[in-house]
T-cell receptor, first 114, second 112 residues
């Protein structure tokens, strides 16, 4: 069974640009969450989608947005990039509709903003 | 406001000894907790979870203890192995939310 796949794995952007990251969850998983990891901050929750609906959103500015498609694949977009957006962006999927259960993480997309 | 705190950024333990990783939380509504392990250049992987109706859960070398009155949980690894060297994150959630709040992580180094 394929795991969570994130693309691209690495990317470099400049301030002011925008970026789109993609996540394909494990087959059959309908919930997809996004997290930002930076040194000293741990994993900061961005948003969570289930059946194309955003169920939860973290405390990030509106420059951060996401969506989920009918096949459960998800994308997140960051517009007007800032230096502080440099981070590892992790996508995680889980099976169900309920609020508990193991999250399965992808390897992440490492974004560097110059 | 960091609702889940891991106050020790790093920990070194001799191989074969016990590793104890600690996690404190501030939100008394949290009722489900998980531990994840992360190696460099990989995504976090699930280790063990515990619901607030229990105070202990065991899986092989890994045991999680929950002290609700102190709002504290700990992960015990016995015996520790060099392959356990990684960053460990605790996470928490409560009813009414579909998100997990993660701590900042503790880097464990197991010395051979």
């Amino acid at each position: 069974k394929a795991g969570v796949t994130q693309t691209p794995r690495y990317l470099i952007k400049t301030r002011g640009q925008q970026v789109t990251l993609s996540c394909s969850p494990i087959s059959g998983h309908r919930s997809v969450s996004w997290y930002q990891q930076t040194p000293g901050q741990g994993l900061q929750f961005l948003f969570e989608y289930f059946s194309e609906t955003q169920r939860n959103k973290g405390n990030f500015p509106g420059r951060f947005s996401g969506r989920q498609f009918s096949n459960s694949r998800s994308e997140m977009n960051v517009s007007t990039l800032e230096l502080g957006d440099s981070a590892l962006y992790l996508c995680a999927s889980r099976l169900g509709q309920g609020r508990t259960g193991e999250l399965f993480f992808g390897e992440g997309s490492r974004l560097t903003v110059l | 406001d960091q609702q889940v705190k891991q106050n020790s950024p790093s920990l070194s333990v001799q191989e074969g000894r016990i590793s104890i990783l600690n996690c404190d939380y501030t939100n008394s509504m949290f009722d489900y907790f998980l531990w994840y392990k992360k190696y460099p250049a990989e995504g976090p992987t699930f280790l063990i979870s515990i619901s607030s109706i229990k105070d202990k859960n065991e899986d092989g070398r890994f045991t999680v203890f929950l002290n609700k009155s102190a709002k504290h949980l700990s992960l015990h690894i016995v015996p520790s192995q060099p392959g356990d060297s990684a960053v460990y994150f605790c996470a928490a959630s409560h009813s009414g939310t579909y998100k997990y709040i993660f701590g900042t992580g503790t880097r464990l180094k197991v010395l051979a």
